[in-house]
């Protein structure tokens, strides 16, 4: 008999997982709360250890089709602009690790995974479902919606992310907790920009508790533009999206170089978001338990200054693939799914966090940081133990 399995969330993880379970030949049953798939304005980094996973799916061309293929990442000063490291990407990362790096625009990446599920006749995708509960023996799991709906089955995934309600009741541990880090989000059309604005590298500012990400998405055609400054925001802190004002933003970001003020005075719409994540992972049983498993920001949600929480969540999803395709009982698929992968998401939680503390440093700190960038710059850029991919 197939394997069935419900997926609380229909997100970037929760579709990635749906495809993952339809390749192992699971029935998979995907339940997200919207009503319908919205359009998020914002972009996400790949590295080569998730495009690598990516174009085992089947999806290289198209990503191709909608993603930007930078040829560089730069790390420069936010308040002289001079540039403190460089890390190649392009023909180095496809030749080093097997493939591109990439820069998306999530609704593209959402729409990528999307496609991909609907060409699965064995994924029912329910919108406007709300998980609300689960009870598991050994029988299976029984899962309800706050719309009526009950469903049983083998195995659920809660891929329901950082407020996950399906962690909530499987580990009943504290919620997730306020970084003090604001995130301002933009995306605007290149040639809606002055010439010197525009850019097809990654760019890095770093600046005294605050840094801004650049980089373009959308074939090139588009920029996507993160600051981050540290600070706190009233209000629900579920619902990550506020409106911001840009006013807040360039005052954070006053005595900061004239091409960044240049860049972000040129932006009208930011979205606001405040960060919050969770502490590493500390043990296997953080990402399953029974028949219930966690992925993507329901396990591990992270800060995004190793721009992987994404990637994360789609490793967790070819990880658990290739533990549903081995012909063993559901409880230990999703056993050894926990234990090959709570170390990884640990470790990219922890680097996340301090690559945070690094890009905002003060003080002599900061020149010891700008110097060590500045003879180590490649190296210390670079990630082999991330980008060579789970199982290297
Ligand atoms: C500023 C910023 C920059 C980032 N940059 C990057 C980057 O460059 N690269 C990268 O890889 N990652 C990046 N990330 C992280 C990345 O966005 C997340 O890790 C990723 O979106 C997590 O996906 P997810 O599917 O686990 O969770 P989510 O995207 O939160 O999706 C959860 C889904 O579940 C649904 N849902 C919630 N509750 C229920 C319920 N009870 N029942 C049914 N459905 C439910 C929600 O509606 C949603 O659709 C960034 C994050 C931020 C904040």
């Given at each position: 008999?197939?394997?069935?399995?419900?997926?609380?969330?229909?997100?970037?993880?929760?579709?990635?997982?749906?495809?993952?379970?339809?390749?192992?030949?699971?029935?998979?049953?995907?339940?997200?709360?919207?009503?319908?798939?919205?359009?998020?304005?914002?972009?996400?980094?790949?590295?080569?250890?998730?495009?690598?996973?990516?174009?085992?799916?089947?999806?290289?061309?198209?990503?191709?089709?909608?993603?930007?293929?930078?040829?560089?990442?730069?790390?420069?000063s936010a308040s002289t602009?001079?540039?403190?490291?460089?890390?190649?990407?392009?023909?180095?990362?496809?030749?080093?690790?097997?493939?591109?790096?990439?820069?998306?625009?999530?609704?593209?990446?959402?729409?990528?995974?999307?496609?991909?599920?609907?060409?699965?006749?064995?994924?029912?995708?329910?919108?406007?479902?709300?998980?609300?509960?689960?009870?598991?023996?050994?029988?299976?799991?029984?899962?309800?919606?706050?719309?009526?709906?009950?469903?049983?089955?083998?195995?659920?995934?809660?891929?329901?992310?950082?407020?996950?309600?399906?962690?909530?009741?499987?580990?009943?541990?504290?919620?997730?907790?306020?970084?003090?880090?604001?995130?301002?989000?933009?995306?605007?059309?290149?040639?809606?920009?002055?010439?010197?604005?525009?850019?097809?590298?990654?760019?890095?500012?770093?600046g005294p508790r605050l840094?801004?990400?650049?980089?373009?998405?959308?074939?090139?055609?588009?920029?996507?533009?993160?600051?981050?400054?540290?600070?706190?925001?009233?209000?629900?802190?579920?619902?990550?999206?506020?409106?911001?004002?840009?006013?807040?933003?360039r005052k954070a970001l006053a005595a900061t170089c004239s091409?960044l003020q240049?860049?972000?005075?040129?932006?009208?719409?930011?979205?606001?978001?405040?960060?919050?994540?969770?502490?590493?992972?500390?043990?296997?049983?953080?990402?399953?338990?029974?028949?219930?498993?966690?992925?993507?920001?329901?396990?591990?949600?992270?800060?995004?200054?190793?721009?992987?929480?994404?990637?994360?969540?789609?490793?967790?999803?070819?990880?658990?693939?290739?533990?549903?395709?081995?012909?063993?009982?559901?409880?230990?698929?999703?056993?050894?799914?926990?234990?090959?992968?709570?170390?990884?998401?640990?470790?990219?939680?922890?680097?996340?966090?301090?690559?945070?503390?690094?890009?905002?440093?003060?003080?002599?700190?900061?020149?010891?940081?700008?110097?060590?960038?500045?003879?180590?710059?490649?190296?210390?850029?670079?990630?082999?133990?991330?980008?060579?991919?789970?199982?290297?």
């Amino acid at each position: 008999m197939n394997k069935q399995i419900v997926i609380a969330g229909g997100g970037i993880g929760g579709l990635a997982a749906a495809l993952a379970c339809a390749n192992a030949g699971a029935q998979v049953q995907l339940l997200e709360r919207a009503s319908a798939f919205g359009e998020v304005g914002a972009g996400i980094q790949l590295g080569p250890n998730v495009v690598k996973e990516l174009v085992g799916w089947g999806l290289e061309s198209a990503l191709r089709q909608v993603a930007a293929f930078p040829l560089a990442l730069h790390v420069r000063s936010a308040s002289t602009g001079a540039e403190l490291g460089c890390l190649p990407l392009g023909e180095r990362t496809q030749e080093l690790y097997g493939a591109p790096y990439a820069t998306i625009h999530r609704t593209d990446m959402q729409q990528l995974l999307l496609d991909a599920v609907k060409q699965r006749p064995q994924v029912n995708l329910q919108l406007g479902q709300r998980v609300s509960a689960f009870k598991q023996d050994d029988a299976g799991v029984q899962v309800c919606t706050h719309e009526g709906l009950t469903l049983v089955a083998q195995a659920l995934v809660g891929a329901d992310g950082l407020w996950s309600v399906v962690r909530q009741q499987l580990l009943n541990d504290a919620a997730p907790r306020v970084s003090g880090h604001l995130a301002y989000r933009a995306m605007v059309r290149q040639d809606s920009l002055p010439e010197r604005l525009r850019s097809q590298v990654v760019t890095a500012w770093l600046g005294p508790r605050l840094h801004l990400v650049q980089y373009p998405v959308r074939r090139g055609d588009w920029l996507n533009v993160v600051g981050i400054i540290q600070g706190v925001v009233g209000g629900e802190l579920d619902n990550w999206d506020h409106s911001a004002n840009a006013g807040d933003l360039r005052k954070a970001l006053a005595a900061t170089c004239s091409p960044l003020q240049d860049l972000v005075g040129a932006i009208e719409q930011w979205r606001l978001w405040p960060l919050c994540d969770r502490p590493p992972m500390r043990g296997a049983h953080e990402q399953a338990r029974g028949r219930v498993a966690l992925l993507g920001d329901a396990a591990h949600p992270m800060r995004p200054y190793m721009a992987q929480g994404a990637g994360m969540a789609i490793e967790d999803a070819v990880c658990l693939q290739q533990e549903l395709s081995r012909d063993v009982p559901m409880a230990q698929v999703l056993h050894s799914y926990a234990q090959r992968r709570w170390q990884r998401n640990a470790r990219v939680q922890a680097r996340s966090i301090r690559n945070g503390e690094i890009f905002h440093v003060t003080g002599p700190m900061r020149w010891g940081r700008d110097l060590a960038m500045r003879s180590l710059g490649e190296k210390l850029l670079d990630v082999p133990w991330l980008y060579r991919g789970p199982d290297a």
